[in-house]
C-alpha cells in the first residue's frame, strides 16, 4: 500500500474524485493504434456502457483498466490513485471485478468451487492452516461458503451447484461467471458483452440481474455490449468508441441521436454524387 | 438425513472430507485392511501373499512413491505446471536427510533424529524450489518441462561429484535407518529397521517399517486432500484452468505458481528421504530422469489433480512390475511344465532358452527380446498414451465410471 500512497502524491485530482477515471489512454501494439486518447469516468453506483462497432478498442480498454494491458500514455485512477504499473492481481484487491467475452470460467471446477475462487481475495488465511484444516482455515472456508450460497441464491443456480462448470450450458456459465465477479465483493463491475448469443429470455433474466446489482448491492458496472436494446434500455451513460477514439458520450437518448454514431453504425451517405 | 445421504443441512456437513456415512465406512475399512496387512498370513480369506515380506516391501515402496507422487499432483495436477525436475528434489531431501541423520563417519552425517532430518529433508528441497521457482515459472508447457528436465541433469551432475554428501558416483552412500530417537542416545525408542514384538504380535522390520510408512502417507494424503480443497488449490486449479482470469479474481500468479513448486518439492524431498532409507543404500545415479518419468506415469495413469487417483496410479505404477515378473515367471512354469494352451500361446511371448524365441526374455543376461524390465517400460509407455488418450481422468476416471454405474444401477443414470 506504500507503494500507492506515494503514487497519489504525485497526481492531484482535480475538483470531485470520482470512482474511476480513464484520462487519455493510448495503447498500441506495435503501430496499430487499439486505443487512441480515449477518456471517461464512472462514479459510484452508476452503469455505464461503452459501445462501438467491432475492434473498435472496447476490450483493450478494460484490459487496460486491469493492467493486463499497459497502455504507453494517459493514466487511470482509482479513487484518485493511479492504478498504472500494478499487477492484475492488486487491481482485483482494490476492488474492481470483471467477467470476459468469451466465458473464463475455470472448466474443471464445480460452481461452487469456481464462486469460492472469486472469494480469494477476501480470505486472509494462509496455506498452511488450510493444509492442516485447522480452526480459522476451516470457519473460514465455512463461512465463504456460505457467503456463496447467498450468490448462487442470487443469480438462481441453485440446481448447478455442484456441477464442473464446463459442461453447463452457455447461457448458465455466462451466469456463473458474473456470480464469481459478484463474490469479490467489487466496487466496481466490468462486464464484457455479458448477453452475447443469448436467446432473448436469457438476456432479459440477465438485465434482471445487471438491474439488482445496480440496486441491491449498489455495485458500479462498465457494460461493454453489442445488443442496442439492452444498453439503451438500462445503462445510465452510453460512450460510443470508434477506432480506438471517443466519438460522442452522454445519455442513451443524447448518444442515439449523435450524427458521428449514426455515421459510425450505419456508414456515411455518399456525398459526392449529387 | 436418513434415506437422503446427500442433503445437506450446515455448510460444514457440505464440506466435510468425507460427506457421506458409505464414504466413512468404506475408508475406515479400507485403513484397518491396510493396517493389518503385515499379519494376513493368520487372519482367515485374507489375501496372505501380501503379508510376505517382499510384497510389503513393494506395498512399503507404493507409500513412499505416493508421497512424492501427491506432490507431484499438486504442481503438475493442480497447478498445471509439468515438471521434470522430481527426481532432483527427491535427491535433494535423501541428501539432506543422510548429511543429518547419517551416524558420523567418513561421509557428512550429524547422527541426529529422526525428527530433525525428516522434517529437514522437506524444508530443505522446498527452500530450494522457491529459489530455482523464479526461472522456471516464467515458462510454461513444452518449455517449463525442458527446464526442469535441465535440472535433472544438474542435479545428477551435482550428486556424482559432491562425493563427501553422496559417497560419490558407483559407490554411494547409507541413510539413516527407520529409528525414533530423542537425541543420539544408543538405543532407540522405536526401532522400525529390526524385527521384533508389537502388542504380543512378533513383526518382521519389513512389517513395521510398512506401517511406518503408510502412517506417513496417510499424513500426506490428508495434506493434500486439504491444500486441495482449500484457499490455495482452488488458486492453484484457477492459474492451470484460466491463468488471466485467476489474475483478475486477485490470485497473484508468479507466487502461487512458486508456492506450488515449494510444496511439491518439499514433498519430493520427503518421499526422497523415506526412499533412500528404505533402500538403506543408494548411488546418485538414482535420481534420474527415468524416476521423474515414473512419477510423470503416476499421476497420468492415476488421473491428474485427484488425490485418489494418484494414489491409485502409485498402487498400479510400484506394483506393476513386481506382478509383470510374477506373471512371467508363472508362465515360465507352465511352458516348463509345456502342457495346455497356455504354455503353447506363452512359448510365443516368453523365450526360456538362449535359442528360443520370445518377446520376453526372463533369462539373465542378454539375449534376444525385452528383459522384464524393458517390458515395464514399454508397458509405462504404452499406458501413458493410452490413459491420455482415452481416459484423461486415468483410474480415477474409471473408477468414478464404475460408481456412478452403481449408483443408478438397475437405471442407465
Known sequence: ?274 | MRGRPLLFTSYEADQALMPTTTKKVALTVFLVALVLVPVYDVIPFAPDFLAKDDWLKVLTNVMIFAIGALGLNILTGLAGQVSLGHAFFMGLGAYTAAALGAPEGPLVGLGLPMWIWLPAAAVVPALVGVLVGPTAVRVRGLYLAIVTLGLVFIGEYLFRNTESWTGGSQAGRTFPRFQFRFWKEEEPLVDFSRKGEWFGIELSNEAKTYILLLGFAIVATLIAKNIQRTRVGRAFQAIRDRDIAAEVMGVDEFRYKLLAFGISSAFAGVSGALLASFVGRTIPERWDLLLSVQFIAIILIGGAGTVTGTLMGALFVIALPRVVQDFTAWLSDKIDAGEGIIAKVGDVFIATSGDDFGIVNTLPGTGPGLSVFQLNLVIYGLLIIVFLIFEPLGLYGIWLRVRNYWKGWPFTY
Open chain 1, 1 to 274: 500500500m506504500t507503494e500507492l500512497a506515494s503514487r497519489t502524491e504525485t497526481h492531484t485530482p482535480t475538483g470531485t474524485t470520482h470512482l474511476l477515471e480513464v484520462d487519455d489512454i493510448r495503447l498500441s501494439f506495435k503501430g496499430v493504434k487499439a486505443i487512441d486518447g480515449v477518456s471517461f469516468h464512472v462514479d459510484e453506483g452508476e452503469l455505464f456502457a461503452i459501445i462501438g462497432p467491432n475492434g473498435a478498442g472496447k476490450t483493450s480498454i478494460f484490459n487496460s483498466i486491469n493492467q493486463l494491458y499497459r497502455p504507453q500514455q494517459g493514466d487511470i485512477r482509482w479513487k484518485g490513485r493511479s492504478l498504472m504499473g500494478l499487477k492484475p492481481n492488486k487491481t482485483a484487491e482494490l476492488g474492481i471485478a470483471r467477467t470476459f467475452q468469451n466465458i473464463a470460467l475455470f472448466p474443471h471446477m464445480t460452481v461452487v468451487e469456481n464462486i469460492l475462487t472469486g472469494r480469494h481475495i477476501r480470505m486472509k488465511t494462509s496455506w498452511v492452516a488450510g493444509a492442516l484444516w485447522v480452526g480459522p482455515a476451516k470457519r473460514e472456508e465455512i463461512a465463504n461458503r456460505a457467503k456463496v450460497e447467498d450468490i448462487i441464491d442470487f443469480l438462481e443456480i441453485e440446481q448447478w451447484r455442484k456441477h464442473p462448470v464446463g459442461m453447463l450450458p452457455y447461457g448458465v456459465q455466462k451466469r456463473v461467471e458474473l456470480g464469481r465477479a459478484l463474490a469479490m465483493e467489487p466496487e466496481l463491475l466490468l462486464l464484457d458483452e455479458p448477453v452475447a448469443g443469448m436467446n432473448l429470455e436469457e438476456t432479459e433474466d440477465m438485465a434482471r440481474f445487471i438491474l439488482d446489482i445496480q440496486d441491491e448491492l449498489g455495485i458500479a458496472m462498465i457494460l461493454v455490449e453489442h445488443d442496442m436494446g439492452l444498453v439503451m434500455d438500462i445503462a445510465d451513460r452510453v460512450m460510443v468508441v470508434d477506432f480506438g477514439r471517443k466519438i460522442a458520450e452522454g445519455t442513451p437518448d443524447v448518444v442515439q441521436k449523435n450524427p458521428d454514431v449514426i455515421k459510425a453504425y450505419l456508414g456515411e451517405e455518399f456525398e459526392g454524387a449529387e
